[in-house]
């Protein structure tokens, strides 16, 4: 159990048979009445995020959420394989589970797979990846605006927003949690 005066950004609540994870928490205490606690909480499973508010000694149960690496196998229409290295145990996940979590993943790379109580909820993809470019326009030689991008597409299939420069063939690191371009490998 963790008290609400003891809240902190990132731990991870059980409330309302939801997993919360705390985004951000402000202390205040009024001229008059007793001091709070206000919360911003997301929703662990769904993504949705709600603003609550506790009295300091009010106490939630805190969430353990297990990461494991696992490595993504294939996918097999709307099934994704993923193994675990020290158990060589496989799991399979729907698309529906998976979202777009592994649009810039390759198969055979290491993911963490989050949980809690043994069902999977997210899939946390390498921070950066390098990818090749397979298809994107040529750039003209004049074509210098300062930061002008143009769309590109990568090997796993995900649309990318690159610089002028970038050639197809070429390959790139993207950042996979905003899905920008970051450099050239």
């Known amino acids: 159990m963790i008290s609400a005066g003891d809240f902190r950004n990132g731990i991870t609540i059980e409330l309302d048979n939801n997993i919360y994870q705390i985004i951000?928490?402000?202390?205040?205490?009024?001229?008059?009445?007793?001091?709070f606690v206000r919360t911003k909480l997301k929703n662990i499973k769904d993504g949705g995020v709600v603003e609550k508010t506790f009295r300091p000694t009010e106490k939630c149960p805190q969430a353990r959420i297990d990461r494991n690496e696992m490595q993504y196998l294939y996918n097999d229409g709307d099934l994704y394989y993923f193994m675990d290295n020290t158990t060589y145990e496989q799991i399979a996940l729907g698309a529906?589970?998976?979202?777009?979590?592994?649009?810039?993943?390759?198969?055979?790379?290491?993911?963490?797979?989050?949980s809690h109580n043994g069902n999977v909820f997210a899939i946390e993809p390498p921070l950066s990846v390098e990818l090749e470019v397979t298809d994107t326009e040529p750039g003209f030689k004049g074509d210098t605006a300062t930061g002008a991008t143009k769309p590109a597409i990568v090997e796993t299939g995900a649309k990318v927003n690159v610089p002028l420069f970038v050639e197809q063939g070429e390959k790139i690191k993207i950042d996979t949690r905003t899905g920008e371009y970051l450099s050239r490998v």
């Open 24 to 35: 951000e928490f402000q202390h205040v205490k009024p001229g008059k009445g007793a001091a």
């Open 96 to 114: 529906e589970e998976i979202g777009d979590s592994l649009k810039f993943v390759k198969e055979n790379e290491m993911v963490k797979m989050c």
